[in-house]
C-alpha cells in the first residue's frame, strides 16, 4: 500500500475514533449537566376556597351556587342585600314549595360558641334559622312550611367578621295529618301545664327574662306558626296591697305589657287576648314579702 493510502486511512481512522469518543463522552457529560442545572418544578399549594355554598337539595328540586346568605358575627339579622345567585335558588323554592303545598323545609341555623346571643330564642343558631324563615316568607312562601332548629358549634367559615352561610336546609318527609296532630296538641298541652309566667316589682310592669323563660317564648310560637287558630291568652294578677279596683288595673296593665313584649318578639299581637283577675287568684302568701312578689305576675298560655 502506498504512503499516500497509509495517510489517508490513518485520518479516516482518526475522525472514525474521535467520533466514537465524543458520542459516548461528551455528550453524556452535556446531558448530565442539562439534567442537573434544570430548574425543579414545585407544584404550587391548593388553597381551600373560602366559601359555602348554597345548597337546596330534595326530591323533585337541586340548586347550588358558589354565594350564600351572610350574617355577622353576634347578630341574627341576615346582610342585606342578598346576591342574585342566591336569589334565584330562592326563587326556584317558591315555585316548588306553591307546586308541593306539603312539603315542609327545616331550617338549620348555627353559631359558633365564642358568640353572645341577645336574642330570646334558646340559641344564636336558632335565631338566624328564624330570621331566613322570615326572610323565605317576605319573598312569598308560606310560614307554615318550614321548620327550624339552631345548633351551637365550634367554628364556621367566615369572610372577616362575617359568617358565610350558617343554614342547612333540609326537605322533611311529609307527615300524615293526625300525626302532626297529635305533635302539636302535646306541645300545647306542655306549654300549658307548665306555662311562661313573667314576674313584676310592686306596682311596676317591667321585666327581664331568663333562659328558662326565652325557651317557652320560642315554644309558643313555634305552636302559633303550625296551628293557624290558636290564640294566646295573657293574664295579669296583683298582690292584695292597695284597693282592688286599682290592683284589678295594675293586673291589666301587666298584662298588656305582656302582650306588647311578646308581639316585638314574633308573636302577632291579634292573636293575644289579656285580662285582669287582680288580687283575686293568687298563688303565694300576701301576708309575706314572698308570696306577695310571685302574686305580681302575668301567666301566659295557649287558650
Same mark, same amino acid.
Request: glycine residues 6%.
Given at each position: 500500500?502506498?504512503?499516500?493510502?497509509?495517510?489517508?486511512?490513518?485520518?479516516?481512522?482518526?475522525?472514525?475514533?474521535?467520533?466514537?469518543?465524543?458520542?459516548?463522552?461528551?455528550?453524556?457529560?452535556?446531558?448530565?449537566? *442539562? =439534567?442537573?442545572? $434544570?430548574?425543579?418544578?414545585? &407544584?404550587?399549594?391548593?388553597?381551600?376556597? @373560602?366559601?359555602? +355554598?348554597?345548597? #337546596?337539595?330534595?326530591?323533585?328540586?337541586?340548586?347550588?351556587?358558589?354565594?350564600?346568605?351572610?350574617?355577622?358575627?353576634?347578630?341574627?339579622?341576615?346582610?342585606?342585600?342578598?346576591?342574585?345567585?342566591?336569589?334565584?335558588?330562592?326563587?326556584?323554592?317558591?315555585?316548588?314549595?306553591?307546586?308541593?303545598?306539603?312539603?315542609?323545609?327545616?331550617?338549620?341555623?348555627?353559631?359558633?360558641?365564642?358568640?353572645?346571643?341577645?336574642?330570646?330564642?334558646?340559641?344564636?343558631?336558632?335565631?338566624?334559622?328564624?330570621?331566613?324563615?322570615?326572610?323565605?316568607?317576605?319573598?312569598?312562601?308560606?310560614?307554615?312550611?318550614?321548620?327550624?332548629?339552631?345548633?351551637?358549634?365550634?367554628?364556621?367559615?367566615?369572610?372577616?367578621?362575617?359568617?358565610?352561610?350558617?343554614?342547612?336546609?333540609?326537605?322533611?318527609?311529609?307527615? *300524615? =295529618?293526625?300525626? $302532626?296532630?297529635?305533635?302539636? &296538641?302535646?306541645?300545647?298541652?306542655?306549654? @300549658?301545664?307548665? +306555662?311562661?309566667? #313573667?314576674?313584676?316589682?310592686?306596682?311596676?310592669?317591667?321585666?327581664?327574662?331568663?333562659?328558662?323563660?326565652?325557651?317557652?317564648?320560642?315554644?309558643?310560637?313555634?305552636?302559633?306558626?303550625?296551628?293557624?287558630?290558636?290564640?294566646?291568652?295573657?293574664?295579669?294578677?296583683?298582690?292584695?296591697?292597695?284597693?282592688?279596683?286599682?290592683?284589678?288595673?295594675?293586673?291589666?296593665?301587666?298584662?298588656?305589657?305582656?302582650?306588647?313584649?311578646?308581639?316585638?318578639?314574633?308573636?302577632?299581637?291579634?292573636?293575644?287576648?289579656?285580662?285582669?283577675?287582680?288580687?283575686?287568684?293568687?298563688?303565694?302568701?300576701?301576708?309575706?314579702?314572698?308570696?306577695?312578689?310571685?302574686?305580681?305576675?302575668?301567666?301566659?298560655?295557649?287558650?
Amino acid at each position: 500500500m502506498s504512503k499516500k493510502a497509509l495517510y489517508l486511512l490513518g485520518i479516516a481512522i482518526t475522525i472514525i475514533l474521535g467520533t466514537f469518543l465524543y458520542l459516548k463522552f461528551c455528550c453524556n457529560c452535556c446531558d448530565k449537566t *442539562s =439534567t442537573d442545572d $434544570a430548574p425543579k418544578i414545585v &407544584s404550587p399549594a391548593v388553597q381551600e376556597p @373560602n366559601f359555602v +355554598p348554597f345548597v #337546596l337539595s330534595g326530591s323533585g328540586i337541586e340548586y347550588q351556587t358558589h354565594d350564600n346568605l351572610k350574617f355577622l358575627k353576634n347578630s341574627a339579622i341576615l346582610v342585606m342585600p342578598v346576591s342574585d345567585s342566591v336569589t334565584a335558588g330562592i326563587e326556584k323554592l317558591k315555585a316548588f314549595l306553591s307546586s308541593n303545598p306539603k312539603q315542609k323545609v327545616t331550617i338549620t341555623g348555627y353559631a359558633t360558641s365564642d358568640e353572645k346571643n341577645t336574642t330570646t330564642f334558646e340559641n344564636l343558631g336558632l335565631a338566624r334559622a328564624n330570621d331566613v324563615k322570615n326572610y323565605f316568607v317576605s319573598k312569598g312562601m308560606l310560614e307554615n312550611q318550614f321548620n327550624t332548629k339552631g345548633e351551637v358549634i365550634d367554628k364556621w367559615k367566615m369572610s372577616a367578621d362575617t359568617l358565610l352561610g350558617p343554614a342547612n336546609y333540609s326537605f322533611d318527609a311529609i307527615d *300524615s =295529618t293526625s300525626t $302532626a296532630s297529635d305533635e302539636w &296538641s302535646a306541645l300545647r298541652d306542655k306549654i @300549658n301545664a307548665d +306555662p311562661l309566667i #313573667l314576674h313584676f316589682n310592686t306596682n311596676q310592669s317591667r321585666l327581664t327574662l331568663n333562659d328558662s323563660e326565652k325557651q317557652k317564648i320560642t315554644a309558643i310560637k313555634q305552636y302559633l306558626e303550625h296551628v293557624k287558630d290558636a290564640v294566646v291568652l295573657a293574664v295579669g294578677h296583683s298582690d292584695n296591697i292597695g284597693n282592688h279596683d286599682s290592683n284589678v288595673i295594675l293586673g291589666q296593665k301587666r298584662a298588656d305589657f305582656s302582650k306588647n313584649y311578646l308581639s316585638k318578639n314574633g308573636i302577632d299581637a291579634t292573636r293575644i287576648e289579656t285580662q285582669s283577675k287582680g288580687p283575686d287568684e293568687p298563688i303565694g302568701d300576701n301576708n309575706t314579702s314572698e308570696g306577695k312578689a310571685s302574686n305580681r305576675r302575668t301567666v301566659i298560655t295557649i287558650k
